[in-house]
């Protein structure tokens, strides 16, 4: 590949030392930022004083303080620095803007969760019960906690192998038609809404076992599979593709046979990729009410068994509490919140595992 | 290609775990094929009833099945293109100040603090978007239509609940937000290091470096991760559900009560009280999103193809 | 191979979880006692049907485990709709249903029903209506059918409009915008709220019942999204089930010629004096519940939910079970109950007694 650099940067510029020409001082960003939140602040003070604003606007202080903040950078570094170091800064403040808009509502969801969701999650009942013979406050979230983790457990033991498999198929193998249709379905397949898949799961059930009424948690687990193999092979395939041609060439020029490179050279290298792939899907997955609610269905006690009878799992937990509410109707709201705590914590706990484990297998090399 | 190596002069020899490796990754891209015809199969069947279905079996005013999901389906598209116009620039600049603008000690635990928003089930989004998200914004809206109500899409009345579309924009944008990232997030560290330390050795800034040698990179990862997130946007369920405001019209403001409804949202709602040709009739606008998310894909694979990717393996 | 030896990490996790949490400390062998063996009843009673029961349920079905603790019962408060769908191709041992079987429904065939037998209808579940609002200054409101109709059909849009200023003169009623708030999702409570306002004003709703809502305006899903929804918004104004109303200020309706606040006692005393429908089988209970009623001791905004069980059951031991658990709904103990934790109003004792004498010949 070659780098096309813009015409314009190619015109040829009388030579000065871009090393030592004009720059701003190096702290200079920091306090510019500074300078313009206090401006707005002064504007906002300025408002609430003369009594056009009731009320002091701090969201609007930083947001627009920073606006100013990037027009001043942008100005400035242009007088000083030249057009491109100007557009540089630019960028770089608003990407890391970006970052920070993101970070906005991830720490308002923690907050509100965490906030909610304790009162029930340190109840010493929490963790250690069912919610069989419950009523109004107590009870705890075992059976749910079970049921999330063998449904969704079984769902990645079913995708993963064939989601990894049609990845490399894509990538190694994959010429013509099957592939294509492959990878455009597989798009597709994104596309299909969660409780379809639950009711596809169920029909298809309910035919082959000719029980109208079928519930069973590895049904659950097939209609998970559907909604998480497209996530996985199109992650998958992404971190497959990004692996350099020229380490599959060395490993056949070393007589390696295919399957051994693709199992010691391509995968390894896009270990970290594929795990964090494999870990957004579950992370996708494992959230979901619609399906899940229609076969796997939903009970108050312990059921360890996927193949037979209901299953509770956490995301039906966390609904049910949220709708069904009783008269004392707080212990159900705490439970709802402690349940969705405890799926976070659940998700953070295998993110943080799989990341261990990416680690761990990946070759150590540049970054 | 791979394969021209050994297709040269010297027959490679056929090793039986190649071919085991082969069959069984030609056998599994199959049976995601087999599942998807099996998924398909069962929605063109049990939909059938409903493109015929008599007047009766409509609420209100609509008379037939297509009446009735064509508001359906603007609303999917237009709740999820106005949740991808939010996230993708902020998704890209997410993946970018973590792979080539945050200190490197810092750049994994920021990867992962983003990987906790995948973390976050759709009913919790849910929760967070009536309780926090619809009574914050509404004051905003209140401005938004004071100011500028002139404009069509932010014409009043506005919502008293602040529970209308944008509100679930952002929610759906929030939700995407980490695929789309963390894909973005692999592809951008998988730029090779030669072709950025060739751009900073030829004397560019940091940001013509990553115009120049990151982005055009990343360019079909981009489009790929958007389309990912795209399709969970189209099919999300019970935020939308929980969240929206719905009604059956096509309406392109975007702050009052009334606001297009969506496919998925739809069927989650009316579902539990849909009996006899009712199933049948959500179970066809779930068909009806199926070929959406077709159509919009095969505007994307043309978009990719228009300007061919490239990657490490071709 | 990475991802395998992924998959033995995690499937020794989950096999260590669930060895360390072998069993649920509220669960397993609760020694029985003497007595709770004496019902004898053993196994799995699976049942779905209207979300509206489900925290009453929740109640019985820990009531009657308790008392029968070799017997799970599940009840999925999948909806209504689904309930009755499920009962009817015999995947649910019975069905809680917000509106009893239509006549299609009972021409058909009921596969969990022993053959050439038909279901029926018993009411189980009374639960009043509330109209709650959240408008600031204002702690009570007086309303009657044509103005609450007028204010959800979106022609009356002001707090401050002349209609409701007269119905409350003492209250200062803002000059706001209002939202009127309505269920989202296909519900019996919709239904139950429309069909008053169809029949109490007819001219100024002009729409029949209907589990959909007709009219535009702004809605919320489930009854707790309702609540919310009004919680949170402002000069907002919703309908839900009473039991989840709350702290939130709830409308007196008008009846005859005084404004009754809804309370459990008004709620059944109108299911009381509700006829039965005409021209269905005498054990078949599906009440026509009296929207016009006039005695201010009834509250007429009011939720009626049936079981829909067989008279004669395919397996006679699901039949014993659904018997003594729909038995145990009925009865007075069961009742408070679920007046106690799930806010419901209790049957009359004629009613109960009704249901009893109908439960007594299924089998």
Redesign the interface.
Known sequence: ?S????SS?TIIRPITN?LTAGKLPKRSPLWILLGSWLITAAVFLVLQVTEVADGFNLVGTLVFGTVLYCVAIYALSHMVEGA??A??RL??A??????I???V??V???I??AINGLPAFITP?F??????????AG??V??A??GT??VT?MA??IS???????A???????RGR??K??T??????????????G??AF??F?LLFN?????FGFGGSIALA?LM???V???SE????????EL??AA??LGV????T??KVV??TS??????????AI??V?????PL??IA??????N?DLFS??MMT??VY???Q????????QS?VDR??AG?LT??LI??VL?????L?ARI?SPKF?? | MTTTVAATTIKARQRPGDRVFSTASVVSGSLILAVLAAVAVFLLVESLPAFVAPDEAFSGETRNFWEYVGPLVFGTVWAAVLALLMAVPIAIGIALFISHFAPRKLAQGLGYLIDLLAAVPSVVFGLWGITVLAPMVRPFYVTLVEWFGWIPLFEGPVSGTGRTILTVAVVLAVMILPIITAICREIFLQTPLLHEEAALALGATRWEMISMAVLPFGRPGIISASMLGLGRALGETMAVAMVLSPSAEVIFQLLTSENPTTIAANIALNFPEAHGVGVNILLATGLILFVVTLVVNMIARAIINSRKAFSGAN | MNFKRFGRTAAIAFVAVIALSSCAANEGDTASTGDNAASGLTGTLNAGGASSQGAAQEAWVAGFQTANPDVTINYDPSGSGAGREAFIAGGSAFAGSDSYLDEDELAGVFAACAPDTKAVDLPVYISPIAVIFNVEGVDELNLDADTLAKIFAGTITQWDDAAIVALNPDATLPSALITAVHRSDDSGTTENFTDYLAKAAPEAWGEEASDTFPFGGEAAPQTSGVVSAVTNGVNTIGYADASAAGSLNTAALKVGDEFVAYTPEAAAEVVAGSPLVEGREADDLALDLNRLTTNPEEYPLVLVSYAIVCNEYADAEQGALVKAYVEYMASEAGQAVAAESAGIAPLSAELSENVASVLATVK
């Open positions: 590949m780098i096309d650099m813009k940067d871009s491109r170091q557009k540089d960028m770089t608003l990407v890391t803007a970006a970052f808009i993101a970070l509502p991830l308002s969801i923690m509100t969760t009942t963790f250690s019960s069912s919610m069989r013979n419950v009523v109004g009870g705890g075992l059976h906690i079970t983790l063998l457990g990645t033991l993963v192998p064939i989601g990894l498999l049609s490399i198929y894509l990538t190694e193998y994959g099957l592939a249709a492959i455009f379905f597989v798009d597709v397949m994104t596309g299909v809404p969660s409780i379809v898949a009711l596809f029909a298809l309910a029980d109208p009424g079928i519930r559907v193999i497209p996530v092979v199109r992650s992404e971190m497959l593709k990004l692996v350099p041609n599959r060439e056949y020029a046979p295919k399957w051994l693709i199992m995968l390894p270990i970290a990729g594929i795990v964090t792939g494999v870990m957004l992370a996708r494992i959230g979901e009410t619609a609610l229609i269905g939903f009970t108050a006690s312990m360890y009878e209901r956490l995301p966390v609904y049910n949220y709708v069904s509410q009783g008269v004392d109707a159900y709802a919140w969705a799926l976070i998700v953070m993110n943080g595992a799989a990341r484990i297998f540049g970054r």
